[in-house]
């Protein structure tokens, strides 16, 4: 990293701090941070509220969202300069500095600083070390848990207090010129995110002619709110009239025949915005006739009928062989109409909120067949269709490797953060004469 180490080392007696400066110490935890353990009713206080989704994994960064105003059941108080700290999930890294008064989760353990100064000891307890022994005592297969009887007695080393004063200084500062970074980059990647939709809605609604990137001569009004006006020629009717539609199977967690056999088959779940998802793949019963009907084909178009629904994403392959359950349309070109296509339309018409009106979200929404064929949709020509598909495929392709390229830079600088943190308050780099 660039940085000093401390001129004289001892053994720290714990294997996963390793050596540490001569002149720090080691407590346990529950010793220079006891557990502050005041319970209230959360539904008769009108103090703020902290709950795990309020804090910021690996950051201990506070995110501000909506007052809950649904809250039961018993909260923990805090008072600032208390650490919060999750011991649910604590692989996600969740802890925060309050310098406010109010309530939080049970999930949430409150720590007073008594014996280490908060600033440093939030710190601490980012640290990858720390995270990593916290999570290896972790309780319960669904929701991991960590109990306070563990996290109280691990160490935490203990430089003088003017030196932990010091490190947490240089870490506020250092982290936030990473955190800037990353949100700037964040930012970036929203940014071109919205180019990409907006470049799909006017390839599919022909704002411009794919094969030549000019505007069409002439343009009609779609009688679609949502489209406005479309090239002149293209037609607006049901898909039903250019594409086939055939739902799923039913769950059959049985053999009902001799003749049936197991096959795998995908769900709602296993479409996603990027593609199909086939890890976890479950298997069902199938009987010969639903073998022939029901098997996909490379190109076939998945369509969420139920859970996100409208959510769509092109069948490549990603099995040898594979069906699907009755939470999936599936969608297939007729007379030369093009299932890449559809999918970038009807990715802009879930956009635009059309298809939650459709189904509407007022209660448990559902695409069905029948609504998915009713779906009025733009008909360009096939060498239209086949002309938008690869130029979207080709401009997509080439910002998705740019988010993917900026995020793997985002990773890099969180992982360079999380790797400062741990170097300076387990004492193996030296920061106290580093410019401020």
Known sequence: MGYKTYPEYRDSGVQWLGEMPSHWE????????????????????????????????????YLVQDAANDLEGLSSRFYPGDVLFGKLRPYLAKAFLADF?????????????????????????????????????????????????????????????????????????????????????????????????ALVTEAVTGKFDARTGKPYAEYKDSGVEWLGKVP??????????????????????????????????????????????????????????????????????????????GRSAIWRRELEEAYYQNSINRVRGLEGNNNYYLNYLLSCIKESGAIDVICNRLSIAHLTTEKLNEIQILFPTAEEQ?????????????????????????????????????????GKIDVRNERI
Not at 29 to 53: C, D, F, M, T
Not at 286 to 307: A, I, M, T
């Open 101 to 197: 008064e109010g309530m939080c989760s049970s999930e949430l353990l409150v720590l007073q600083g008594k014996g280490v100064q908060p600033e440093f000891l939030v710190r601490f307890m980012l640290s990858v070390g720390f995270i990593r022994e916290v999570d290896s005592s972790t309780y319960g297969a669904k929701m991991p848990r960590a109990s306070w009887d563990f996290i109280g007695n691990l160490p935490v080393t203990l430089p003088p207090t003017e030196e932990q004063s010091t490190i947490a200084a240089f870490l506020d500062e250092k982290t936030t010129q990473i955190d800037q970074l990353i949100e700037k980059k964040t930012r970036f990647i929203e940014l071109i995110k919205e180019k990409r939709a």
């Open 386 to 426: 086949s002309a938008i598909a690869a130029f979207l495929d080709e401009k997509t392709t080439q910002v998705d490797q740019l988010i993917e390229k900026t995020q793997q830079s985002i990773d890099l600088l969180k992982e360079k953060r999380a790797a400062l943190i741990t170097a300076a308050v387990t």
């Open 26 to 61: 080691t407590r346990r935890l529950k010793y220079a941070a006891p557990l502050r353990n005041i319970k209230i009713i959360a539904g008769e206080s009108h103090l703020p509220y902290v709950g795990l989704e309020n804090i910021e994994s690996w950051s201990g960064k």
């Open 232 to 309: 002149a020629h293209w037609e607006v009717k049901p898909l039903k009239r250019g594409y086939s539609v055939k739902l799923g199977k039913m769950l059959q967690p049985v053999q009902q025949a001799p003749q049936d056999v197991l096959k795998p088959y995908l769900r709602a779940s296993n479409i996603q915005p990027d593609g199909i998802y086939v890890s976890g793949v479950k298997e069902m019963w199938f009987s010969p006739l639903e073998l022939g009907v029901l098997r996909l084909k490379y190109g076939d178009l998945l369509v969420s009928e139920g859970g996100d629904v």
